[in-house]
């Protein structure tokens, strides 16, 4: 298993500029997140899925948009790109939650975003 | 929304040092985790634990959820265990979403 994968893991863009993060899970899960990691601050919430089509706002949302087409995978959108949007990017996903072990979240790599 | 604080921000030990890492929370959980980001970004998860008592080799973690806090310890640090750890709770009234604290900074020097 690959567990979860990111695409791509660096990349720099200017002012204005639109891109697309990929974020893939080969372990079937539900759930599924996008954090942004920004120097000395955990992880925010921008945006999650609780399956397949579905998607909801987390903590910091604007500027960004999200889609759940597959099950396995889940992609982030930024239309017009923002220096305020300079950050490390992380996916995760995880089953529902049970109330057991299994509420453990797994995180991709992350990708290394520069607006500039 | 729920309030996360992880203390202390900054840890420096010697290698063989033992260390508590503290993290406390405004509101009664579901769910609390502990992850390590390793100096390369990868954030690994430790320990799922909203409350008792777990082990796994050098580490530990306790959550006594009455009192609304949880405690990392590590023991006989090696410079692997460098990097940063963070606390991470999903509330009780259950919206499927971890908040993380600002995690601390440990430095295990050789």
């Known amino acids: 298993n690959a567990g979860v994968t990111q695409t791509p893991k660096f990349r720099v863009l200017k002012t204005g500029q639109s891109m697309t993060l990929l974020c893939a899970q080969d372990?079937?899960?539900?759930?599924m997140y996008w954090y942004r990691q920004d120097p000395g601050m955990g992880l925010r919430l921008i945006h999650y899925s609780v399956g397949e089509g579905t998607t909801a706002k987390g903590e910091v949302p604007d500027g960004y948009n999200v889609s759940r087409l597959k099950k396995q995978n889940f992609l982030l959108g930024l239309e017009s790109a923002a220096p305020s949007q300079t950050s490390v990017y992380f996916c995760?996903?995880?089953?529902?939650?049970?109330?057991?072990?299994?509420?453990?979240?797994?995180f991709g790599p992350g990708t290394r975003l520069t607006v500039l | 929304g729920i309030q996360v604080e992880q203390s202390p921000p900054d840890l420096i030990l010697q290698e063989g040092a033992n260390s508590t890492l503290r993290c406390n929370f405004s509101d009664s959980v579901n769910n609390l985790q502990w992850f390590h980001q390793n100096p390369w970004g990868q954030l690994i998860n430790l320990f799922y634990?909203?409350?008792g008592t777990k082990q796994n080799g050098r580490l530990s973690a306790t959550t006594v959820a009455t009192e609304r806090y949880s405690l990392l310890y590590i023991s006989s640090s090696q410079t692997t265990d460098s990097g940063v750890y963070f606390c991470?709770?999903?509330?009780?009234?259950?919206?499927?979403?971890?908040?993380f604290g600002t995690g601390t900074r440990l430095t295990i020097i050789p």
């Open positions: 991470a709770v999903e509330p009780s009234f259950g919206n499927e979403k971890l908040t």
């Open positions: 634990i909203p409350s």
């Open positions: 995760a996903s995880s089953y529902p939650w049970t109330g057991g072990s299994t509420d453990t979240q797994y």
């Open positions: 372990m079937n899960h539900e759930y």
